[in-house]
Structure formats: C-alpha cells, structure tokens
C-alpha cells in the first residue's frame, strides 16, 4: 500500500492560514478555488494562471479545485440555465489548460453546509462545529416560519423544538440564524431572513426527482468537455445528508450515487468521498462504498463525526466519533493498489483532512475560518498520516 496524497484547503491570500503554516504540516498539495469569483462568471487563464504560479512559488502543488460554485439557476432550471452552464464549461477548459485535473463541485440547494453552533466545546477544552437537529427545528419551525413547515416535522420533533425555543435566549437564537444562513466560508450565497425565505420559494414544486434530472442535464453538458479537457469531476456529498428546510437533497446515500453515476457512465463523472458527510447517516456503510464506488472516487475528505439518535451531531477527532476512520483508510488504500495494478496513472488519491477543532492558539483569533483553522486541521492531518503510515507498515510485516 501507498499513503494518499496529503492536501490542506486554502481559501486564498485572505486566508489566516498562509501557504508556509500549510506547508509545516507536511501537505505537498494545496486544495483551493478562486474565491475572489463565485458568482457563476467563468474563470479565465488569467485568473488561473497567477494563482497557481502563487501556490508553486510557495513550494506547493495545486492540482485540486474546491470548488467551482453551480449557480442555482443550474440547480432550478432557471432562465439564466444554458448561459451559466457554458460559462461552467468554460471555466472547465480554463482549468484543464492550466493544468489542473481534478474539479470538486456540489448540488445542494441554497444552503451548502450547514451547523447550527460553531464552537461546541468538546470535554478536552477546545471547540467542535455541531449541527444540534432541535435548535436546526426550532429555528426553522418558530423564527423563519416558512410555508408548510410544520409538515416536515413530526409531533415529538416539534414538541422537543417548541421546549427548546422556549430555553433560547434572543441573541442564543440570532446566533443559530447568523450560522444557519449567513454562510460559512466558501458557501457562495449569503442570506437574511427574507432573501433566504425568497431563495426557498425558488424550490416550490421542485421534487428530489426534479433536481436529479436537473443535475442529470448538467452532467450531460458538463461532462464531455471535461472528458476533453482532461479534468475529472467529483461531486461532494450534501452535508448533512438529509433535506433540510424541506428543500430535495440527492447526494446524500449510495443509492443517490449509484444514479448520478449511471447518469453519465463514465470515469470522468466522479465521486469526492467525504467521510464526515456521508458518514453522519447510519445506513451509509463507508467501506462498502469505498469498495463500490472506488473507481470513479477522485479526491478524498477525512473526517469523522459523532452521531446521536435525533439527528444531531458534532465533528469528533479524526480518529474519534462514529466511523471506523482506519477501516476507511485502509479501503482506500487498497483502491489505490488495485489502480496500480490496474495501470491507472490516476491511482495516487488526494486526501484532506476535512474540518478540525479550534485548538490552542487558534481559540481567540480575531480572523478564523470555522472548521478551518490551522492547529485542529494540522493535528488531524498528523493522525491519519500516522494511520497510513502504520497501515503499510503492518502489511509490510506480514
Ligand atoms: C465544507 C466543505 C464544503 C465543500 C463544498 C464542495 O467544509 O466540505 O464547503 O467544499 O460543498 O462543493
């Protein structure tokens, strides 16, 4: 076996976290997008260009994009559709000319991730991001109100919100809405309560099967220019993997997956196998997907999460929570030796460690990104290099 390709997230020269602090970790990768251009215009190779240049001068690989943002207008099949689309294609070739050759890219509607604390104080005194399922409900059911709401709640669910709303202080709750809709980094769309209320309406009428046809058209569009370019997509996981806001979700499951793949067959038509979102549902065996999906998996997020009965959950310690990260590793691993023997050039996965506590130093920053703050982030990269490492000595001693 081979260790994976160590990458760390970079937001950019904004970033807290310099291009040396992710080098001291002992990531040869840097994992970016250029955030400065997330409202659905093409990237150029001008654009591109100096930024890689940038990141190379560091002494540092860009290879991976995370992500190119998909404008809702994709996601609804809105009237702006084809515009953005080929604005989407574009960028693609850019990224190809320029050398890159993996595109991380999501299809959740209005809200990528989403928490409703981000400083969950964890018993070793540092701080976790936590999605809380009756804080989520009792925003959602007695401060946004939107239409219909109280359908996707059950009795028990609501009474449980209506308990918990009653605890909330004012500022308790203006904080969960600040975390819910006001964006954490690298989500391309900022709301307040009426434009978020608006941007659910744009969902009306549009089922889970609406969407997968919509992603399936943008597939279709996508994925033939990317085969050319040489640039093989990936999809990110919903995280969480469930609807939210009563808004369809339909990448949340291996069934979910499965469809996507079989809606355009082909390698280039990808999977970024993030193990902190799939893993929050129980029903989601991560080796067995590893082992289903391995092929057509591109680029890898480690990270673990503590699951509790109602839905809620916070990020655990990488090797911590409630997925067998090493079992997970390992699997990877060996997809990789099956690329090998297989001849693939492509075998060499690129992993990050997704998320971190806020540790150490980080606590009291005035300038953090939530979840990806250095010393947490460096911490888990140090673990699961430690679980690769110890993997291929272990095989290595028979
Ligand atoms: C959160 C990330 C997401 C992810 C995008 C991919 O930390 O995993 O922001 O980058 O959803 O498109």
Redesign the pocket.
Known sequence: MQPMRETLRWYGPDDPVTLDHVRQTGATEVVSALHHIYDGRAWSDDDIAPYKSRIAAAGLIWDVV??VPVHNDIKIAGPGRAARIAAYQDTIRALGRQGLTTL???F?PVV??TRTNLRHKMPSTGYALRFDAVDFAAYDLFVLRRPGVAQDYSNAQIAAAETRFQTLTPDEMAAIERTLIAG?P??ERKFDRASFLDALRDYDGITPADLRANLAYFLSEIVPVAEEAGIKLCI?PD?PPFSLYGLPRVVSTAADIRAIFAAADTPTNGL?F?TGSFGVRQDNDLVAMVREFGPRIHFV?LRNVTREPDGSFHEADHLGGSTDMPAVVIALMREQDRRRAEGRTDWNLPMRP??GHLLADDIGKARINP?YSLIGRLKGMAELRGVMHGAIAMEGAG
């Open positions: 995370e992500s991380c890219y999501n959740m990528d991730w954490l690298a989500t990110h995280d970024t993030c997020h997704d998320h979840g």
